[in-house]
């Protein structure tokens, strides 16, 4: 938690939850979005916030409604 609070300071990151509509839109994710859990809600959260998803992962950049970076 040290480390975490030490980046959060020393750069303008800002922490998000999740939230009842990240947490409804993430188990509800269309069917060519990979069915993982993680995968829904980093999904969902990028879908509510309207921010690209910076991601080298190849089950999520082939999705339609996300727009990745990488």
């Given amino acids: 938690m040290e480390f975490i609070d030490l980046i959060l300071q020393s750069n303008n990151y800002i922490l ?3 939230t ?3 947490a409804d839109i993430s188990v509800n ?3 060519y979005i990979n069915q993982d859990p993680a995968d829904g809600i980093i ?3 990028s879908l509510v916030y ?3 998803l910076v ?3 190849k ?3 082939p999705a339609k ?3 990745t970076i990488w």
Avoid: S
């Fill in 16 to 18: 998000k939850g999740i």
């Fill in 20 to 22: 009842p509509e990240i």
């Fill in 29 to 31: 994710m269309p069917e």
């Fill in 43 to 45: 999904c969902a959260t």
């Fill in 50 to 52: 309207k921010a690209p």
């Fill in 55 to 57: 991601t080298a992962d």
């Fill in 59 to 61: 089950n999520l950049l």
């Fill in 65 to 67: 409604d996300i727009i």
